[in-house]
């Protein structure tokens, strides 16, 4: 091995950008799944009730609401409440409410969440049967969207992690073959006398595991700086994005990096020692 | 020690190296296989070492058979035969000693054991002095004695040479044939490809002489048989 430390360079190079991208990739669709996760968790039903109640049925409806199977939470936004929300949201523009006088159109709602996302559609529609609500509303072309958008990012992410993980047991392959190349009149003498493959094998197997284990290690700590990099930014001026916290997240990346670093060059070292066993 | 029979061997490129070919070689036996190149003396000596498997026939080296032979087992056929090739094919990076100890760090044989096998080789080949030396600092002649020597080391009953004083003057060819002779007494079956006719006519030894995938003659004490 002391003789080819050039391309030993080489290899654990190759195996560290590889890695890296892989990670990289990795923490992105990670991410994003948190992201659509929490965007998904936010999505609430809107109860909006009839005009003429009084206080009993408001009770009332809020008691079979709370008796459905997969309510989070119910909160109760009375009219003057949403009137006053609806102030906020307008900001400068609030003087064009002056139009209204004294009158507020809005109805008294109960504000839903539910445990799971997919849960909101039935609800909703078993919720607008209640006598007394006049309509149970959870923006449902948004929400079909977003569901639509967050199956295809772990779809695409997923593809895109097996895709690179297979480009990289071969570029990993192709860089332990030119230590094989190097090698291959010891290996031909090796099997002239007698050497069992295994016996053959292993050092190489070793050196595609200990140049994947290296190259995993720069990943991980190239990975691990500039998410912490990031994050920070992040916490600093987008707060609002709902990013993975460090620890322990990049314990278990830096694991699953170095364990298929390892795993990669193993198989690696294996494809391209097959056609040199064949003396 | 090596029964041939109705061997032949065609590639995949529809070539053929060997026809219906019938042989037995037995122990301590002296055979030079001859022919011109291309008659099939390669492939005979390939076959032995099974690196190439006959197309039909029966092949049993050391009392294995070859084509029935799993190839998990090939390494064990292979211990059982030293093999000396007209190139050396020596590690440039080893000394002497380390490229004659490899053959036996290879089959995992007892650390012990090394040192005193290799100088026993060492002193076979006459090389006990040269044995720091890198192949690189040898002449042609102290290479082959080398690639000998690595080749008996590992005490095996045939020992197979590829045209091993082809790149050899004559002077230094009779010191291998010397060293060939020398392991031969002792008990060693030797077959040894060559297109060297001085030595092939001055030995008297068994000569089979191929010619187109065939065995042409099979005479013991025989001689060359064609012009240089």
């Known amino acids: ?54 206080q009993k049925d408001i009770d009332r409806i809020e008691g079979k609401i709370k008796d459905f199977q997969g309510i989070e939470t119910i909160t109760y936004i009375d009219k003057d409440k949403a009137l006053e929300r609806f102030k906020d949201r307008l900001g400068d523009q609030k003087f064009l ?35 007394g609500v006049e309509s149970a509303k959870f923006g449902q072309d948004v929400v079909e969207h977003l569901f639509d958008l967050t199956r295809m990012v772990r779809l695409f992410g997923l593809g895109i992690m097996l895709v690179l993980a297979g480009a990289t047991v071969f570029i990993i392959s192709n860089t332990i073959r030119l230590t094989v190349f190097a090698r291959r009149k010891e290996i031909a003498i090796m099997k ?51 990013l993975i916290p460090e620890y322990p997240f990049l314990n278990y990346i830096s694991l699953a990096i170095l364990v298929s670093g390892t795993f990669i060059g193993a198989l690696g070292s294996t494809i391209s020692l097959k056609r040199f066993l064949k003396v | 020690m090596i029964h041939m029979h109705n061997v032949s061997k065609i590639y995949e490129n529809g070539a053929v190296a060997l026809q219906n070919v019938d042989i037995d070689i037995e122990k301590g036996e002296f055979v030079f296989i001859v022919g011109a190149s291309g008659a099939g003396k390669s492939t005979f000596v390939k076959m032995l070492l099974r690196e190439v498997l006959p197309t039909q026939g029966s092949l049993v080296v050391n009392g294995r058979n070859v084509l029935e032979m799993a190839a998990t087992e090939v390494p064990y056929l292979r211990r059982g035969l030293g093999v000396i090739f007209q190139d050396y094919r020596l590690l440039t990076e080893k000394t002497v000693y380390e490229n004659i100890a490899f053959a036996m760090q290879v089959i995992e044989a007892p650390r012990r054991e090394m040192q005193k096998c290799v100088n026993n080789v060492l002193d076979v080949v006459g090389l006990k002095d040269k ?98």
């Open chain 2, 131 to 228: 044995y720091k030396c890198f192949p690189s600092q040898l002449s042609g002649g102290e290479q082959q004695r080398v690639a000998i020597a690595r080749a008996i080391v590992n005490h095996p009953q045939i020992v197979i040479a590829d045209e091993p004083t082809g790149n050899l003057d004559p002077d230094t060819s009779w010191g291998i044939m010397d060293i060939f002779t020398r392991i031969n007494k002792a008990g060693t079956t030797i077959v040894m490809a060559t297109h060297d006719k001085t030595i092939v006519d001055t030995m008297h030894k068994r000569v089979v002489a191929i010619e187109d995938g065939r065995i042409a003659r099979d005479e013991m004490e025989g001689a060359y048989g064609y012009e240089d």
């Open chain 1, 192 to 242: 002239y006398v007698g050497a069992t493959d295994w016996f053959i094998r292993w050092p190489f197997l070793l050196e595609g595991m200990v140049l994947g284990f290296f190259g995993g290690a720069i990943a991980t700590i190239i990975l691990r700086s500039s998410y912490s990099a990031v994050t920070a930014r992040v916490y600093d001026t987008l707060t609002f994005l709902p």
């Open chain 1, 97 to 131: 409410l002056t139009a209204l006088g004294d009158t507020n159109p809005l109805p008294n709602a109960f504000e839903v969440t539910v445990q799971r996302p997919d849960f909101v559609k039935t609800l909703s529609e078993s919720i607008s049967q209640i006598e």
């Open chain 1, 1 to 54: 091995m002391k003789r080819n430390n050039w391309m030993s360079f080489a290899s654990i190079g190759t195996v560290a950008v590889s890695l890296l991208i892989l990670g990289m990739f990795l923490i992105v669709v990670l991410n994003l799944n948190k992201m659509a996760a929490s965007l998904e968790s936010q999505v609430q039903i809107s109860v909006y009730l009839q005009d003429d109640l009084k």
